[in-house]
């Protein structure tokens, strides 16, 4: 059984930063690919950044770019997302997932098969 759980979220003024941290437990997570994603109220659930299994290749969603960084331990069975300028749009329900292959760019829903239970993030203008 495979579990992860966010933590790190709150409540930040525009042009600050908060770092999520997501500690999975259970088998093949150094070779599985790992994600974030985020839903809005009243939004879809979208994809956020990727990291490939090795932690050599990672992927962005094109309004986070240049803001976000994800990256591994995974000596330590986390995976983070380092979020800086953050901006009122990006309110939202944070959730990590694994995904089902080692790739890092798969940004389906469908491409993950665990997910965590999401921490809040929310940023005010």
């Known amino acids: 059984q495979v579990q992860l759980v966010e933590s790190g979220g709150g409540l930040v003024q525009t042009g600050g930063s908060l770092r999520l941290s997501c500690a999975a437990s259970?088998?093949?997570?150094?070779?599985?690919?790992m994600g974030w994603f985020r839903q809005a109220p009243g939004k879809e659930r979208e994809f956020v950044a990727g990291?490939?299994?090795?932690?050599?290749?990672?992927t962005y969603a094109d309004s986070v770019k240049g803001r976000f960084a994800i990256s591994r331990d995974s000596a330590k069975n986390t995976v983070f997302l380092q979020m800086n300028s953050l901006k009122p749009e990006d309110t939202a329900n944070y959730y990590c997932?694994?995904?089902?292959?080692?790739?890092?760019?798969?940004?389906?829903?469908?491409?993950?098969?665990?997910w965590g239970q999401g921490t809040q993030v929310t940023v005010s203008s």
């Open positions: 990291i490939s299994g090795s932690g050599g290749s990672t």
């Open positions: 997932a694994r995904g089902r292959t080692s790739l890092s760019y798969r940004r389906a829903l469908s491409d993950y098969d665990y």
């Open positions: 259970g088998r093949a997570f150094s070779i599985s690919a």
